[in-house]
């Protein structure tokens, strides 16, 4: 014997349900709803989108018949017949019948994949897809944000577990060229954000649900408002984001708008016209420097010396080293020894210099002779592929940015590139 779900599941796929009194209320509701949402502008273009479970509370809320508003059409125009009937699972039962030119052939809502994952994973009961332009530009106030946060608001009460002093957050996910390829990003937010009722989608516009139509229609006439307060708070430069609603963080704004993608907090206020870049962080890793190049330079500067002792560069590192150690010698710097003259032959020199960068290397001496030989070992180095640089994989595409902005980069301490 059949049980009482599966009676009732049974019974909500016949012919007589599809056109009892429930169902007939749901699709007219979709289609008073389209309408309504028209004059606000979150179904304009044909954009937007709208579903519902049908009302019949003998039927568990998991096992009731979906309505969506179809795709692609006029929507202050559709009438309970437009709509198209699905049921639980997502099988289509029900389609409009289609219309003369230049009405499309009919085609359910491009948001019904988007509108079953709320379903499914939420219990929801209805589920509004709006373009509400608030919804668009809130999106897009801090390009790399993945939620938009907002507190000490009254309209904060209308959201669903949440009070005047709660932190709503919603979670952004990217848009994609169409709509069902938000499938997964739409069910990962859904997924990592439990409390939330919402999911914006950036340069496009939010879903909203709840478990009933009306719950949905109340949050989402919440969210148009508070997003809207953000845009008109963020133009005041007032933060909407703690409980004071201060000023708002110079720095905050900037980097939304003017330097999207520049990562920490070097933003100016004014558009970008320089980036002062180190090796450390752009080509290497800060350690790089200190557990790689410095015993490089440190095990080779004999190598070096033996190796290029007669070139001019070299000869031109000697001669600066010798006048700092000289100075060393003369003010008792402990590790100085004296360099005997060329004449002594370039093995006695090597040796005496070696002992000295070592020492200065040891006490990490700053000066301009050690560096410069430093700098020569290094090239030799990377020259001989002996040493590697790493080019982190935001460094390219931020040099590409900045190239295509014309901001010109420059090495700390060295010539503009
Ligand atoms: C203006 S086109 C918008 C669509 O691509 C979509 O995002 C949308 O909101 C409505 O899809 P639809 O298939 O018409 O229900
Ligand atoms: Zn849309």
Same mark, same amino acid.
């Given at each position: 014997?059949?049980?009482?779900?599966?009676?009732?599941?049974?019974?909500?796929?016949?012919?007589?349900?599809?056109?009892?009194?429930?169902?007939?209320?749901?699709?007219?509701?979709?289609?008073?709803?389209?309408?309504?949402?028209?004059?606000?502008?979150?179904?304009?273009?044909?954009?937007?989108?709208?579903?519902?479970?049908?009302?019949?509370?003998?039927?568990?809320?998991?096992?009731? @018949?979906?309505?969506?508003?179809?795709?692609?059409?006029?929507?202050?125009?559709?009438?309970?017949?437009?709509?198209?009937?699905?049921?639980?699972?997502?099988?289509?039962?029900?389609?409009?019948?289609?219309?003369? !030119?230049?009405?499309?052939?009919?085609?359910?809502?491009?948001?019904?994949?988007?509108?079953?994952?709320?379903?499914?994973?939420?219990?929801?009961?209805?589920?509004?897809?709006?373009?509400?332009?608030?919804?668009?530009?809130?999106?897009?106030?801090?390009?790399?944000?993945?939620?938009?946060?907002?507190?000490? *608001?009254? *309209?904060?009460?209308?959201?669903?577990?949440?009070?005047?002093?709660?932190?709503?957050?919603?979670?952004?996910?990217?848009?994609?060229?169409?709509?069902?390829?938000? /499938?997964?990003?739409?069910?990962?937010?859904?997924?990592? +954000?439990?409390?939330?009722?919402?999911?914006?989608?950036?340069?496009?516009?939010?879903?909203?649900?709840?478990? #009933? !139509?009306?719950?949905? &229609?109340?949050?989402?006439?919440? +969210?148009? +408002? @508070?997003?809207?307060?953000?845009?008109?708070?963020?133009?005041?430069?007032?933060? !909407?984001?703690?409980?004071?609603?201060?000023?708002?963080?110079?720095?905050?704004?900037?980097?939304?708008?003017? $330097?999207?993608?520049?990562?920490?907090?070097?933003?100016?206020?004014?558009?970008?016209?320089?980036?002062?870049?180190?090796?450390?962080?752009?080509? /290497?890793?800060?350690?790089?420097?200190?557990?790689?190049?410095?015993?490089?330079?440190?095990?080779?500067?004999?190598?070096?010396?033996?190796?290029?002792?007669? #070139?001019?560069?070299?000869?031109?590192?000697?001669? @600066?080293?010798?006048?700092?150690?000289?100075?060393?010698?003369?003010?008792?710097?402990?590790?100085?020894?004296?360099?005997?003259?060329?004449?002594?032959?370039?093995?006695?020199?090597?040796?005496?210099?070696?002992?000295?960068?070592?020492?200065?290397?040891?006490?990490? !001496?700053?000066?301009?002779?050690?560096?410069?030989?430093?700098?020569?070992?290094?090239? /030799?180095?990377?020259?001989?592929?002996?040493?590697?640089?790493?080019?982190?994989?935001?460094?390219?595409?931020?040099?590409?940015?900045?190239?295509?902005?014309?901001? &010109?980069?420059?090495?700390? $301490?060295?010539?503009?590139?």
């Amino acid at each position: 014997m059949a049980s009482c779900c599966e009676t009732e599941a049974a019974a909500v796929t016949t012919e007589a349900y599809l056109a009892g009194a429930a169902v007939r209320e749901a699709r007219e509701l979709v289609a008073e709803l389209c309408r309504h949402f028209y004059a606000p502008g979150w179904v304009t273009g044909t954009g937007g989108s709208i579903t519902v479970k049908v009302n019949d509370p003998a039927v568990p809320l998991a096992d009731r @018949l979906i309505v969506m508003s179809p795709s692609g059409v006029q929507k202050e125009r559709m009438v309970a017949a437009d709509m198209y009937v699905f049921s639980a699972d997502g099988k289509v039962l029900s389609e409009p019948a289609a219309k003369p !030119w230049p009405n499309k052939p009919p085609k359910c809502t491009d948001c019904a994949p988007l509108f079953m994952k709320a379903y499914q994973m939420r219990g929801a009961g209805a589920v509004i897809h709006s373009h509400g332009i608030e919804t668009c530009i809130a999106s897009m106030l801090d390009p790399g944000a993945k939620e938009f946060r907002m507190t000490h *608001m009254e *309209m904060l009460k209308a959201i669903k577990g949440h009070g005047y002093r709660d932190e709503l957050v919603i979670p952004i996910i990217e848009n994609t060229p169409y709509e069902y390829e938000l /499938t997964d990003s739409l069910s990962e937010a859904i997924a990592a +954000y439990p409390k939330a009722t919402a999911v914006l989608v950036r340069n496009h516009g939010i879903f909203v649900w709840g478990d #009933s !139509w009306i719950s949905a &229609k109340t949050q989402a006439e919440s +969210y148009h +408002y @508070l997003l809207d307060a953000a845009i008109k708070l963020y133009q005041l430069g007032i933060d !909407w984001t703690t409980p004071e609603h201060g000023p708002v963080n110079r720095a905050k704004r900037s980097r939304s708008i003017l $330097n999207p993608g520049i990562p920490n907090e070097c933003h100016a206020a004014e558009p970008l016209k320089c980036v002062v870049l180190d090796i450390e962080g752009t080509t /290497t890793p800060i350690s790089f420097v200190t557990d790689v190049m410095f015993p490089y330079a440190r095990d080779n500067v004999r190598k070096h010396l033996t190796s290029t002792f007669y #070139s001019e560069e070299t000869k031109e590192d000697i001669k @600066l080293l010798r006048v700092q150690i000289e100075d060393d010698l003369r003010n008792g710097i402990p590790g100085a020894v004296p360099v005997p003259p060329d004449e002594a032959g370039k093995e006695e020199v090597i040796n005496s210099l070696v002992a000295n960068v070592e020492s200065m290397i040891e006490a990490d !001496w700053k000066v301009t002779s050690l560096k410069q030989l430093q700098g020569h070992i290094w090239r /030799t180095g990377f020259e001989r592929e002996e040493i590697h640089g790493v080019i982190f994989e935001d460094v390219p595409e931020a040099l590409k940015n900045w190239n295509s902005r014309n901001i &010109k980069k420059q090495k700390r $301490n060295q010539e503009l590139f």
